[in-house]
């Protein structure tokens, strides 16, 4: 409990063999330092997260010194994400500097987030490849089944999020809230799942607010979702672009704005390249 400390995966290979076995977890207010060399590969079991990071506890993710070309993958059981947080577990606080990640939830979980029924807590992204991929009613980078998206703030780095069944790329899952989304640097690829928003919520849930003051960002909704926005009967919530080139494509959704039946929020443009399309 409490503890602070520095790891290396070094072509490391950990598959849990059943049913609530958590391949690597942090324990209470602990806070972790990842280094990465070589191919590294972790599957949990169900009911946990692939690398579990729950609500209090930090993980930070780069790759090792001399080691460009390390990746991680994290594959989450049934109800957990791919990094975060497990069954009913809201995720904690995930940095990732560098490496190449990819983050894979299990059936109702995020790829990097919450677990079935938990939030997406906070994840900072600033380097590296880093591939979120949610289940059924999870974002790919926020929050699980009926859970809002959390705080998602990308700085660099090329970063592709697609959401599950009813899931946004990068928000709420399934009746989830968008949360609070900032971009001012990468590349951002974001593809809500069928009735989820690119950027924003999961399938009926609101926009909340998104702001994109640089990089590259293309947000694709699923049917009913905006590209940036609500979902469904969801509104828009609040986005503000002062930067940066956005592509934003709704399907049965606007392109910023709300979804099939939601009003349009507030959208405020001051600066940037934008194409919005619905």
Not at 5 to 29: E, I
Not at 63 to 79: I, V
Not at 148 to 167: N, P
Not at 214 to 231: D, H, K, L, P, S
Request: aromatic fraction near 4%.
């Amino acid at each position: 409990e409490g503890v602070t400390n520095t790891v290396t995966f070094s072509s490391l290979t950990l598959l849990a063999t059943g049913g609530g076995q958590c391949a690597f977890g942090l324990g209470t207010n602990a806070v972790v330092s990842l280094f990465l060399a070589g191919t590294n590969m972790l599957a949990s079991g169900r009911l946990r997260a692939g690398i579990e990071v729950a609500a209090g506890r930090t993980l930070s993710i780069t790759n090792a010194p001399g080691h460009a070309a390390a990746t991680l993958t994290a594959n989450g059981g049934d109800r957990g994400a791919g990094i975060g947080g497990g069954n009913k577990g809201h995720g904690g606080t995930v940095t990732i500097n560098g490496g190449t990640v990819t983050a894979i939830g299990g059936e109702y979980g995020t790829g990097i987030g919450g677990g079935d029924y938990g939030r997406g807590g906070t994840v900072t992204i600033s380097g590296g490849t880093v591939t979120a991929t949610g289940d059924k009613y999870g974002a790919g980078i926020g929050g699980g089944d009926d859970s809002a998206g959390g705080t998602v703030a990308i700085s660099g780095g090329t970063v592709t999020a697609d959401g599950g069944e009813r899931g946004a790329g990068i928000g709420g899952g399934h009746s989830g809230g968008g949360g609070t989304v900032a971009i001012n640097g990468g590349t951002v690829t974001a593809d809500g799942g069928e009735y989820g928003a690119g950027i924003g919520g999961g399938d009926s849930g609101g926009g909340g607010a998104v702001a994109i003051s640089g990089g590259t960002v293309f947000a694709q909704g699923g049917r009913g979702g905006a590209g940036i926005g609500g979902v469904d009967v969801g509104a828009g919530g609040r986005v503000e672009i002062s930067g940066g080139t956005v592509v934003a494509q709704g399907e049965y959704g606007a392109g910023i704005g709300g979804g099939n039946g939601g009003g349009g929020g507030t959208v405020a443009i001051s600066g940037g390249t934008v194409f919005a399309q619905g």
